[in-house]
């Protein structure tokens, strides 16, 4: 329990913790607004606005008579500079700070442009709020000798300036500071011609720009998506979840009838919803900006049947029909791929049909594995980043959190700020490695050669008893070698009070994921990091509901609640072998589209005699081979849920109409599964999750509105009174439920010892080719949102220049690799930080090809000349 | 008649050369604080009762208490030569013409506290200056007063020179500290206080040049001597700048407590042309300005704050007659606004209203209400802003106009000069 | 020429002076400015590498210190004085003068490019006012002759040899 002092505000006393912020003190405990512009209770104080002036005093001996005696300080203190000690008396309310506080807002004003009508802030606006509230009502000063300056500064072309309304708090400078490390803005010249530049490239080059808007006290900082589009009061917010990756922030659509749509409702935003657990008051610039695609005009609104080669629009009835006649040819022939970013009740949907099938050919796309060791020692529940700090350790494996996980990586990089240990392993330097306190690497190839050596260097003092198969795990971990790094790492985590490891897929196929995450697991639990909160793995899934599709049973090995299937069916690379030998029958692809970003797919999905049966919001590229294309409808227009990478269960509100004739995914395939003969379908989305629930023992208990259940966010920041925090929104609409892990909950666990993976020798003149994720890509769910359009990288692979020297390739050159017999054309662009011996392909670009795991590739230099005939 | 002793060398020829400042008995005083302990440096300084001479007026030898006695900190000595006050040019002459005064007190300084390296930090526009101090600092080195185990005692010191790019407000320590830093000159937050966490987050100790000369004084002269100079408050010697309109600007060194008058009647050959002296600004552009009716005032950190004004940095800006007190207020404005760092609200955007109204006036379009609107404003800006300069930037119009407000009145009412109507009929 | 090609050593020099490089980059601009006459796009670039900052930050560091400059200046800079004691001796009559003569106003370069006028802040030399800083030399008690004068020596200076720069 931290220490209390008793303090005074505006005659009332109050035990509060020491030490505190005297603004969020106020707050908090006495329920006092102080004003504020500058100081934000995520970016601390800097003092600058001058706002939340306050008469204060503090108790002092008095040298002539020895006596304690109240000493106030003779002109007025910021309340956000100040800490609370015993006895700190503060006057909130007094004449003195009233005039002082107006002194201050006249100031404002006077060089203010007062053009709230038409600025996007004017109704959430803290300016505006705290005008009203401790204004002055009229000026001294001379209103022509405002200062005129930029209305419409482009910060790159994502976000706006309006000099003229920036009263200059520079908390988006310390935002990008110090939270998001992205120092691309500054204040340039000094005193009234101060202003915030951004001399970047692109200009204000940072994931999390959009933040600013929110933090942003005034209307000076608009993003481009949203400026001179609504009026706040205007809005309805509608709670979502984020569907880009695991993380799964909480954020609002606002939405509005539009009439330049029709009479239809629009989403004309997305506000971060406040979830301290998960996002905080954050939400990366792809969250943020990445929503068209939803109301894209190329959405599907029909269903198309093949019919004479080309794709035809068609009636549903038609299209039931005919998926009903295929699959029922089909029989137990039948695989599924469901797309990671599926909603847990279209998941439960679709695994339920192709089981009813007689099928366990079910996978997810991109197939990530390892829920089975979340489901065992998952992070415990009431895990939470922002807790870890000194003495306790991070282990992040095999990823790049910046660009997979935004949200993780800032609040990773907050704790480790805060003092946590950040052990960082992988093939290559990332962002995340200038917080670290330990990186380790390795060639690719060698992730579970490195865990190993790691669990097997641990000085192990008794092992948990709960874990089954424990020391045979540890005594195949000691037959790897440690290197004085990871001896060094091992040292560090061994003295750590809480550990949580992150653990991704670079460079793995899906059986490689399995056994990294199981070598991570093992290093958990031989550490006894498991079954606790702030203790235990996450798995960094390449989309939003992986843990959700590996819980829910769509994968071959395990039903739902992962139970274990004795005779597994076909994971996704046996059903792209047995489309190909024309052995499977049917492939019904829900959400998800191997064409665009595996070349391996190419051959299987285009040579097979079956049928194919596609259900997505667009014309994908699977969706152009299919044999019936089903309309579904997006994440706006419809409830579901997503379950995080922290298994956090989280719902979603329906915000718009649907598009055209698209249905839900889930309910598309239960009116199949009807016409199959598999029972009646669910009445709603909650009925679905209802049944979820009673078949997952470990979603038992989680209803719609278990998962809609609040609680006081701390610190307040989505309140009436907008300038405390800025406009991120209050959460009341759910903030989740996090799912005991079998730790937790006295399930069985148990251990195995990992094999590590086969190096290759590679041969003559042959590249490791390496594909990376990138947040911004060429996704259609992304790409059709052209905003982010200009922040996408070219084709491009990313070579030490070392390795490009011994190939004699130069910075720029064009180049062609062959990939498993297929070839790529590629820039080459030199990045001292990609590692020596790989090359870096990011994945789901302009140019399609980047394999799904490392591989080797043969190089061959592009002939220009060639090129030119 | 008063013995110089901070601008004792400056007449020499060669003033600024090592061997010129030992022939003269230089270095000896870092020899003599070699003899004693740091503790015995602290308190002889402590017992001088000298106040730093950048303009707070701070207890030197309270400050040097402050440093954590740690030995195992670093610790850092901030030499300010970011002169700027207008008015005041009494550190560019010391630092041209005896740069090893201060460097003798830096190392005393240094020795006291137990810092290992020495930063100057020296205005940009002082290229002499950079100069002099570069190459002191190297003949210092090479002779042994600077680097490893200086003189046999153990101690090492390096020094190196930081020159800043035209910041005023680069005077203000923290401030300085920022620019050391490589980053924009703003003021930090106090405390922490910059003898607790001062450059790169050490213990620092800045002092201005003036102040670090008097150190190696105190140490061969005894801290007696020094507080024997002066008055009950303000002790030892001080480099009064004399500006404006007398006969002999310049820099005179005289005891504190001298009266004002003195200084500009018998040091500064008295108001030129035979004209009458009208107003006096005692310490620097930021210090208050004074009626002639109280230039018998004697120059010390007490009896100016009694007077109304402050000692500042003893920069003493004399004004005749003829001059027209709106526009002194308007000027000086200006330039605080052009200074303003721009950190802060009320100096930000105050500064810069306080002038255009004063500019107003001064252009005959001012308004009836616009010299209570100045006083609200600048009291509006002194006491709510980050730093100190709130108060400097408030000062020069409110003091304008408490001494002189019918000048200001006649402005407003018949848009022109009082003044330049007295004195061109 | 990037200045790692011209004054590495310079610049290591000054690299070592401070536990933290980012401290380096005050120096190097001035460096930057007296190679190149002012800090050019590509030195802002090549510092910002040097020291690890965002360009950003060293855009915001020559718009606060006025005698950084990201644009070309005149080859003589003239900055007269008008601060308060200047001021009480004739140095707004003589910066009105100095204008007149070249035909600029402060801020404004000559169009040959030779001269720039600045109305700079106290440089503390107000016992000789007015005072007038040519590319950082004092000329101190000036009048509208001394300044006459000055300005031809300068233009003639000019015609035979490259301007002596801040020494």
């Given at each position: ?869 | ?297 004697p120059m010390a950190f007490e009896t100016l704050n009694a007077a109304g004004s402050q000692l500042g940095t003893g920069a003493v800006i004399v004004m005749d007659e003829t001059t027209c007190m709106v526009e002194i207020a308007r000027r000086l404005a200006k330039f605080f606004a052009h200074e303003s760092c721009g950190r802060c609200t ?80 | ?167």
């Open positions: 329990m931290a220490k209390t002092v008793t303090i005074v505000v505006d005659d009332i006393e109050y035990e509060v913790p020491a030490g505190m912020n005297l603004v969020d003190v106020c707050k908090q405990y006495a329920g006092v607004d102080i004003p504020v512009f500058c100081y934000h209770p995520k970016l601390g104080h800097d003092g600058n606005c001058r706002m939340c002036l306050v008469e204060l005093a503090t108790p002092r001996k008095n040298p002539h008579t020895g006596e304690m005696e109240l000493a106030w300080f003779p002109t007025l203190q910021t309340a956000c500079t100040q800490k609370t000690s015993e006895g700190m008396t503060v006057r909130t309310k007094s004449q003195k700070v009233i005039d002082g506080r107006r002194e201050i807002l006249e100031f404002l004003l006077s060089s203010h442009p007062l053009d709230c009508p038409i600025c996007d802030k004017g109704g959430e606006c803290p300016l505006q709020e705290l005008t009203l509230r401790h204004g002055p009502g009229t000026s001294r000063m001379y209103w022509e000798e405002k200062m005129h300056l930029g209305k419409h500064v482009p910060l790159g072309e994502l976000i706006y300036l309006d000099q003229e309304r920036c009263i200059l708090c520079a908390r988006c400078i310390r935002f990008q500071d110090n939270i998001a490390d992205d120092p691309v803005l500054a204040f340039d010249q000094r005193g009234r011609h101060q202003q915030i530049i951004t001399a970047s490239s692109p200009g204000f080059n940072s994931i999390f720009s959009g933040d600013t808007t929110d933090i942003c006290p005034v209307g000076a900082l608009t993003s481009a998506d949203f400026r001179f589009n609504a009026r706040p009061w205007e809005m309805v917010q509608v709670a979502t979840i984020c569907s880009h990756c695991p993380v799964g922030c909480n954020m609002s659509f606002d939405t509005r009838t539009d009439r330049e749509a029709g009479g239809r409702t629009t989403i004309k935003r997305i506000m971060p919803r406040q979830n301290e657990r998960v996002n905080e008051i954050w939400i990366c610039d792809k969250g943020r900006f990445a929503h068209h695609h939803m109301e894209h005009p190329e959405r599907l609104t029909k269903p198309l049947i093949r019919r004479n080669g080309r794709l035809v629009e068609a009636g549903w009835e038609e299209a039931l029909r005919e998926v009903t006649a295929q699959l029922q040819h089909a029989g137990e022939n039948v695989a599924a791929i469901a797309g990671g970013r599926l909603p847990n009740e279209d998941l439960f949907a679709l695994q339920k049909l192709i089981r009813a099938q007689g099928s366990h050919h079910i996978d997810a796309y991109p197939p990530v594995r390892g829920g089975e060791f979340t489901a065992s020692v998952g992070v415990g529940v009431g895990t939470n980043l922002a807790d870890m700090g000194s003495g306790d350790a991070i282990v992040v494996i095999a990823g790049d959190l910046h660009e997979e996980a935004p949200l993780w990586w800032l609040r990773v990089k907050a704790a480790a700020e805060r003092g946590a240990m950040l052990i960082t392993i992988g093939g290559r330097e990332t962002r995340l490695d200038k917080f670290a306190t330990h990186s380790l690497r390795y060639d690719y190839t060698e992730e579970v050669a490195t865990l190993n050596a790691l669990l097997g260097c641990m000085k192990l003092t008794g092992l948990p008893r709960s874990v089954d198969g424990l020391k045979e795990a540890v005594k195949g971990a000691r037959a790897f070698k440690p290197d004085k790094a990871i001896k060094d790492a091992a040292e560090a985590l061994a003295g750590a009070n809480n550990v949580i490891a992150l653990v991704g897929h670079e460079g793995l196929d899906g059986q490689g994921s399995h056994n990294l995450a199981q070598a991570v697991a093992n290093l958990l639990m031989a550490t006894g990091h498991f079954g606790r909160p702030n203790n235990g793995l996450i798995v960094v899934w390449p989309t939003a509901n992986g843990q959700g599709a590996s819980d829910i049973g769509v994968r071959p090995d395990y039903r739902p609640g992962y139970q274990r299937i004795p005779v597994p069916g076909m994971g996704y690379t046996d059903i792209l072998a047995a489309l190909a030998d024309n052995t499977l029958r049917a492939l019904y692809v829900v959400g998800a589209d191997p064409l665009f970003d595996d070349p391996a797919a190419e051959q299987a999905l285009r040579s097979t005699l079956g049928t194919i049966i596609v259900q997505d919001m667009f014309l994908t590229a699977t969706a152009e081979v299919a044999d019936v294309v089903l309309p579904s409808q997006s994440a706006a227009e419809r409830e579901g849920t997503y379950t995080s990478g922290e298994r956090r269960v989280q719902r979603f509100y329906p915000a718009i109409e649907p598009c055209g004739q698209s249905q839900p995914d889930w309910l598309i395939i239960q009116t199949i599964g009807k016409r199959l003969g598999h029972g009646n379908p669910s009445p709603s989305a909650a009925a679905v999750l209802l049944e979820i629930a009673k078949t997952v023992p470990q979603y038992a208990g989680i209803t719609y509105q278990t998962l809609a259940e609040v609680e006081p966010q701390i610190p307040d920041v989505g309140g009436e009174d907008l300038y405390y925090g800025g406009t991120a929104f209050r959460n009341r609409h759910g903030l989740g439920v996090q799912w005991p892990a079998a730790a937790e909950s006295g399930g069985a666990l148990s251990a195995h010892p990992v094999e590590a993976a086969e190096s290759i020798e590679p041969e003559e003149d042959m590249l490791l080719v390496v594909p990376i994720t990138l947040l911004y890509d060429a996704e259609p769910v992304f790409h059709k949102t052209s905003l982010l359009h200009g922040r996408v990288p070219g084709p491009d692979i990313l070579m030490h220049p070392e390795d490009a020297r011994y190939l004699d390739i130069a910075d720029g050159d064009v180049v062609r690799l062959s990939i498993d017999g297929k070839d790529i054309t590629v820039v080459v662009r030199f990045d001292e930080q990609a590692p020596e011996g790989a090359a870096l392909l990011p994945r789901r670009m302009q140019v399609q090809g980047a394999p799904m795991a490392a591989t080797f590739a043969t190089l061959v230099r592009w002939d220009v000349e060639a090129l030119e005939r | 008649m008063f013995e110089p002793v901070l601008t004792r060398n400056i007449h020499r020829p060669y003033s600024e050369k090592i061997t010129t400042y030992l022939e003269h008995g230089g270095y000896n005083a870092v020899r003599k604080a070699f003899a004693g302990t740091p503790e015995e440096i602290i308190d002889m300084v402590k017992r001088s009762g000298l106040r730093g001479r950048g303009g707070a007026g701070f207890p030197a030898g309270t400050k040097w208490g402050f440093m954590p006695k740690d030995q195992d900190i670093p610790k850092i000595v901030a030499v300010n030569t970011d002169e700027g006050e207008p008015g005041t040019f009494k550190d560019r002459e010391i630092v041209e013409r005896d740069p090893h005064q201060i460097i003798e007190g830096v190392i005393i300084a240094a020795y006291a506290i137990g810092a290992g390296r020495a930063y100057v930090y020296i205005r940009g526009e002082f290229f002499l200056g950079v100069k002099r101090w570069i190459k002191a600092i190297a003949d210092a080195y090479e002779h042994g007063f600077l680097g490893k185990n200086i003189l046999g005692s153990g101690m090492n010191l390096d020094m190196s020179v930081h020159r800043g790019a035209g910041a005023y407000i680069c005077g203000e320590e923290t401030a300085m500290l920022e620019s050391l830093e490589g980053k924009r000159g703003n003021p930090r937050l106090k405390p922490p206080y910059p003898a607790q966490v001062g450059l790169f987050g050490l213990p620092t100790l800045v002092h201005n040049i003036e102040t670090l000369a008097c150190i190696p004084h105190i140490i061969e002269r005894g801290p007696e001597w020094f507080a024997g100079i002066g008055t009950e408050e303000s002790k030892g010697p001080k480099i009064f700048s004399v500006s404006g309109h007398v006969n002999r600007p310049g820099n005179y060194e005289l005891p504190l407590g001298i009266s004002l008058r003195e200084i500009i009647d018998e040091h500064a050959g008295g108001v030129r042309d035979g004209k009458r002296l009208k107003a006096v600004i005692p310490g620097g552009a930021s210090t208050p300005i004074l009626p002639a009716n109280r230039v018998d005032v009320p100096c930000r955007i105050g500064s810069v209203r306080l002038y255009e109204l004063l500019d107003r006036i001064e252009h005959g379009k001012g308004k009836p209400g616009d010299i209570e609107t100045i006083l609200e404003t600048a009291n509006g800006i002194d006491g709510l802003t980050f730093c100190p300069m709130g108060a400097a930037l408030a000062n020069p119009a409110r003091s304008a106009i408490e001494h002189f407000r019918e000048e200001f009145e006649f402005h407003i009412e018949h848009k022109g000069c009082l003044v330049k109507a007295v004195y061109s009929s | 020429m990037a200045l790692l090609d011209t004054h590495k050593e310079d610049i290591e020099r000054h690299l070592a002076k401070y536990p933290d490089k980012h401290s380096a980059v005050m120096p190097l601009l001035a460096m930057a400015q007296e190679e190149y006459g002012y800090v050019t796009q590509d030195a802002i670039g090549e510092i910002a590498g040097i020291l690890d900052l965002d360009v950003t930050h060293i855009k915001g560091l020559i718009g606060f210190y006025t005698m950084l400059y990201d644009r070309p200046k005149g080859k003589y800079l003239l900055q007269i004085c008008t601060d308060l004691p200047c001021a009480l001796r004739g140095a707004e009559a003589l910066s009105e003068h100095l204008c007149r003569k070249l035909g600029i106003q402060p801020g404004e370069t000559t169009p040959d490019g030779l001269f720039t006028i600045e109305n700079v802040k106290c440089v503390a030399a107000c016992d000789c006012a007015p005072v007038m800083q040519v590319n950082g030399h004092y000329h101190e008690n000036l009048d509208e002759e001394k300044l006459n004068k000055l300005l031809e020596d300068l233009r003639r200076e000019a015609e035979v040899s490259e301007p002596a720069h801040y020494d």
